[in-house]
């Protein structure tokens, strides 16, 4: 069974900092592309960042760019993400998804996670 598992979540103070991990089991994520996607109470779930399968091109959302930033290691099949300047508004459920089209997070995110509870709060 392909699964993802996110980690890393937690309650943080304006300002601060978090790294949230996804790791696969059942399958290696070498091969795909990998986004991380968050929903907030009330609100659609969005696209925050996605990473190639090399590494070598990432994207972001505009409300976090300049602030996250995600990567890659293959040797661990782990994909990351670095949140800094974390703001209220970044409160969200981040969930990360394998793309298994090579489409950079647009389409055939097939394989998800169960979420991580990011909370930014004074």
């Known amino acids: 069974q392909l699964q993802l598992v996110e980690s890393g979540g937690g309650l943080v103070q304006p300002g601060g900092s978090l790294r949230l991990s996804c790791a696969a089991s059942g399958f290696t994520l070498d091969y795909y592309d990998i986004g991380w996607f968050r929903q907030a109470p009330g609100k659609e779930r969005e696209g925050v960042s996605c990473i190639s399968s090399s590494g070598t091109k990432t994207n972001y959302a505009d409300s976090v760019k300049g602030r996250f930033t995600i990567s890659r290691d293959n040797a661990k099949s782990t994909v990351y993400l670095q949140m800094n300047s974390l703001k209220p508004e970044d409160t969200a459920v981040y969930y990360c998804?394998?793309?298994?089209?090579?489409?950079?997070?647009?389409?055939?995110?097939?394989?998800w996670g169960q979420g991580t509870l990011v909370t930014v709060s004074s």
């Open positions: 998804a394998a793309d298994l089209g090579g489409t950079m997070c647009h389409r055939y995110l097939e394989v």
